[in-house]
């Protein structure tokens, strides 16, 4: 099967803005390998050993992405960046959730569906990129939008600046200096 192109699926995503539910039954098979790559991108970036499924992580993906309200879908890029933005959140608050003590406070968990196991060292290093893309927002927003953009979502620098609306130049000086920004951060 081809990959579908890039007008395709922002033509979809017009008529799903619009209102045609029909438009997100079409969009969903297109765009289904690719988030589903992101997925196991964005959960490889934790430790080889973790077995966090990325299709549950796209399924809750699917979940929360069905109910976001009022966004003007304006083309593929755009919506791969929401999904990016959302992914991260909703690893961030998986392994969150697992800290609290009423779930445990980081006791080992042994569950039947060992889809769903995750080794605490690799909940701890979302968790700390996560808090240094924050401190990095608060000094510059844009930085920590690539590096959200790159990371989580897997854009190229090409898609990064066409989100952004940016030059893929300058995207690159803010990729380059976030990922130095963030080793000095997280190596203290």
């Known amino acids: 099967m081809s990959r579908p192109s890039t007008q395709d699926i922002t033509g979809l995503l017009h008529a ?3 209102g045609d539910e029909q438009a997100l039954e079409k969009l969903t098979p297109l765009v289904y390998a690719e988030l589903h790559r992101m997925a196991k991108r ?3 970036r934790g430790r080889r050993e973790q077995t966090l499924q990325a299709t549950a992580l796209v399924n809750e993906l699917y979940l929360k992405v069905v109910d976001l309200k009022r966004v003007g879908w304006q083309n593929r890029a ?4 929401i999904c990016a933005r959302q992914m991260r959140w909703i690893l961030t608050d998986f392994y969150r959730s697992g800290q609290y003590l009423k779930r445990g406070g980081g006791a080992e968990r042994i569950s039947l569906d060992e889809s ?10 979302l968790l700390a990129i996560d808090e240094a893309l924050k401190r990095l927002a608060a000094v510059d927003q844009r930085k920590s ?3 959200e953009l790159r990371f989580f979502g897997g854009l190229s620098v ?3 600046a066409e989100v952004l ?5 300058t995207v690159q000086r803010d990729w380059n200096f976030a990922k130095a920004w963030l080793l000095t951060e997280l190596t203290g």
């Not at 769903?116 to 290093?125: G, K, N, Q, T």
């Open 165 to 169: 609306k940016v030059s893929p130049e």
């Open 145 to 147: 939008d690539v590096v």
């Open 78 to 81: 755009h919506f791969l960046a």
């Open 16 to 18: 799903w803005n619009h």
């Open 42 to 44: 964005c959960i490889s």
């Open 116 to 125: 769903a196991i995750v080794l605490p060292e690799a909940s701890r290093d």
């Open 158 to 160: 090409k898609e990064t």
